[in-house]
Every structure is written in C-alpha cells, then in structure tokens.
C-alpha cells in the first residue's frame, strides 16, 4: 500500500491524503484505540482529526489516552482540533462563538483532554455570524506565540466568509472542511451545469472549488461516503443501486473495494485535497487507504459522478 502526501495549503506540512476522523471513539476502549491509531500510522497516515465538541469532549480526550498508551511518536504525526460551536445540554448546537474568550478556552481545554502541549491545527468549525474578524486575528497571534497552534483553517465556511476572514490575518487559512463526495457533489454540480436552470446549477457556496484551487488551500472531505444531510452511507445502499454498481465495476478493475474507490474519486479533483475517513474499524481503514494506490481514469470519475444521479448536460 502506497500512502500518497499532500501540502497542507501554504504550509510546510506534508499530510496523508486519508485522514483519520475521531469523532465516534467516545464508545471505545483504550486498547481499541490503540490499534486503530497504530493500524492509521502502519498504512502511512499521519494526520488525526477530531474537534472540541465531538461527544462532548470524550473523544478528544480518549485519542489522548490511546496515544499516551501507543507506540506512536508524536512528533511523526498531525494532530487537527476543531473549536466555535457552543452545544446546549441536550447535545443540539446551541450557537456559533468566534470569541477571543472562547477560543482560547477552548483550545487550553482541548489541549489538556489530549495531553498534548500543541495541534498542529486548529479549525474554526462553523460560521458565527457575529464573528470580529479583528479578534479573531489577535488570538490567532496569541495561540501562536504560545506555541499552542501551527496553523489555522475553516470548516463550512463560503467563498466570501473565507476571503473576508483572511483580510485580518497575517497568516494564510490552510485548510477548508467541507462535505464532499459521490453522495454530496454541489462544489463540482454548480461548474458543471453553469448558465443552466437546474438545481445543479444554483451556486450554494459562492464557487468554493474553484477558489479553494485558486488559493491553494486543501480541501477536507468530511462525512465522504454519506448522502444528503446526514442520512447516511450509499456505499452498498439498496438507495443507489446504479452507483453501487458502477462503483463495483471499478472496484474490480483496480483489485479494491467500493470503499477505496469512493476515497479515489474525491482525490482525482485537481486540487489538495485529504479524505477524513471517520471509521472506528482497522479493516475498514485499510480498505479506504487503498484509494490512494491508483489514480480514477477521466472517464471512470465522470461515469461515477453520473451514476450518483447527475446526468452531463
């Protein structure tokens, strides 16, 4: 297995495409923890995301008792939290906080449930309305020369919100998590159907891929293999059975499963561009690691994106 790296946007860092989500480790044992994590390192992936709220915090907080009880060095890997939403008790998000006050809590908090003196990033996780963009450059600057945080990015945020962001700081936004793949195509539908009335072709995020392209910074793919707005999974959903279909046929071309090449069509986009791969199974792991050992042909990515229900104009 042939682990491909990108560039974290203008950064020096040099990432794993396939990317290890920890949102669902909360219900897990330590030593299970451990092999998933030391499984992730084995197939070549260094980079580990997880955010402040995931399970209220368990998650965060039991990635750093596996990592602690590991063999993994954490010099060798990339850590990613994530901060901003503030959830009520009953789990729900509550409200967006962009705060100097909050970031700072929260990251000195994220950092102690982890056991980790510094992330390598830090992404501000949805957009608050009412955010300083002013103040949030200020803790930027602090976090860093705290040495708390290397570097800084988004998640969910529109072309707009982006630029206006980056207009304060002093340092580029790396990275954007986005939802993305066969079953939540919007960034790729709007350019492809432009100057058409269709509902591919209404624009939803202000031309996201493009300028993420243009910008040079890497697109996170959260959530890949889920359809719609948390519905769930297509891979082998009786939902899709022409894109099952079409995915098995290039599953059996290339010797993987359809989970590698749902991976693989995320990462033909000419763009850098990481995959978060949120399983908690090794095999499963292993099976998504393997879209990086073969390139989709044109034709094979354009036949998929079809067989997802997006007819070419």
């Known amino acids: 297995m042939n682990m491909r790296y990108t560039e974290l946007g203008t950064s020096n860092l040099r990432v794993s495409e396939i990317a290890l989500g920890l949102m669902r480790i909360s219900n897990k044992t330590t030593e299970e923890v451990v ?22 915090g368990v998650s965060e907080q039991k990635f750093g008792e596996a ?3 590991s063999s993994i060095d954490r010099d060798k890997i990339l850590v990613q939290t994530k901060t901003g939403i503030v ?8 409200m967006f906080d962009f705060s100097k006050e909050h970031i700072l809590k929260t990251v000195d908090e994220s950092l102690q449930r982890m056991q980790l003196d510094y992330v390598d990033t830090l992404l501000l996780h949805r957009p608050d309305a009412l955010m300083e963009p002013a103040e949030i450059a200020e803790t930027f600057n602090q976090l860093r020369q705290e040495g708390k945080v290397r570097y800084f990015g988004i998640s969910n945020m529109n072309r707009y919100q982006t630029e206006y962001l980056q207009s304060f700081l002093n340092t580029y936004l790396v990275t954007n998590q986005l939802q993305f793949g066969l079953g939540h195509t919007g960034m790729v539908d709007f350019g492809l159907f432009t100057n058409m009335d269709v509902p591919e072709g209404h624009d939803h995020d202000s031309g996201l891929y493009p300028y993420i392209q243009q910008t040079g910074m890497t697109l996170q793919a959260w959530s890949p293999y889920q359809f719609g707005n948390f519905s769930g999974v297509f891979i082998d959903n009786p939902k899709f059975p022409e894109l099952n279909a079409e995915m098995e046929k290039v599953a059996q071309n290339h010797g993987v499963t359809k989970n ?8 033909r986009l000419p763009a850098s561009t990481q995959v978060i791969a949120g399983t908690t199974k090794p095999s499963r792991l292993k099976e998504i690691a393997a879209g990086t ?5 044109k034709g094979e990515w354009y036949n998929l994106y079809q067989a997802s229900g997006h007819k070419l104009p």
């Open 35 to 56: 092999e998933l994590l030391e499984t992730a390192v084995d197939l070549g992936i260094n980079f580990f995301d997880l955010a402040d709220i995931y399970a209220g």
């Open 67 to 69: 990592l602690k009880a």
């Open 87 to 94: 959830q009520r008790t009953d789990g729900q998000n509550g």
């Open 260 to 267: 590698a090449v749902a991976s693989a069509w995320i990462l």
């Open 293 to 297: 050992d073969f390139e989709l042909s």
